[in-house]
């Protein structure tokens, strides 16, 4: 939501200079120059883009303009989930939690955190990484090494979706170049017309240098950085299911392996250690 808030501030802020300048809007709205841009810059995406980081692009646009990502009330939820997942380990054995990690839809501990759950990415990963503690032939030390190694490449992918718009927001100033190119062709063109025509044309090619400079720096570029944020933002979360995972493996207490997780969550979402443990003996005896 703060993300079209911002685009509409961005689009206000020109059209309201531009009007108090004295300026005509219809006048910035030539269709040749808004085809020619913006089809030339999805055009580079396609060409320079794997489908399957183009499909994840797409849904991180989604969920920018969305307001989607990691709340404080969601990194409070994990650790509850976290600590009634341990706690039924430590009292019927970890057998007990295997139900639970191989169905989480159908968990009932999952179910309770349905935040939680819609991050399916994030609750595949931990699930993945319980199996190899119910398994038990991973030591903790290589089971740490081995997340670690998992979060890299899920942020090598993650980089790849922001990296693709911040290319394409790269190329929309030399794009904007080419349609004004373009439409100094079509003045040339019609130099001999009415002096009227010839100032229409001439709009319209400065239109194209102004849409590709206004597109590339108030729309796509902050559009890829607000991706790399949510991707900082989801990194954090996996790093906070590893920290919990691998105290658990370590062998310690429920309540302190969820304390390593806590002390991983990023200042701005932290609980205090009283909220944690309030949260947390509230499901207790459940």
Known sequence: MLAIIGLVVVIASVLGGFTIAGGNIPSLFHISEIVTILGTALGTVLVSTPMPVLKGMIGKLVGVLKGAGIKAAVYLDTLKMLYELFQIARKDGLVAIEAHIEGPDKSAVFKKYPEVLHHHHAVEFLCDNLRLVLVGSVPPHDLDSLMDAEIEAHHHA?????????????????????????????????????????????????????????????????????????????????????????????????????????????????????????????????
């Open 158 to 286: 993650e980089e790849a979706m922001s990296g693709a718009l911040q290319k394409v927001a790269d190329a929309l100033p030399g794009i904007g170049i080419v349609a004004a190119v373009l439409g100094i062709i079509v003045t040339m063109a019609a130099i001999s017309g009415p002096v009227e025509q010839i100032g229409e044309h001439v709009g319209a090619a400065l239109t194209g240098t102004m849409l590709g400079v206004f597109f590339a720096y108030g729309v796509f570029g902050p559009l890829a950085t607000a991706i790399e944020h949510a991707n900082r933002n989801e990194s954090s979360y996996y790093l906070v299911l590893k920290a919990a995972v691998v105290a658990f493996a370590k062998g310690f207490a429920p309540i302190v392996a969820v304390e390593f997780a806590r002390r991983a969550v990023p200042g701005e979402s932290r609980p205090t250690f009283q909220a944690m443990e309030t949260a947390c003996k509230s499901i207790k005896t459940k």
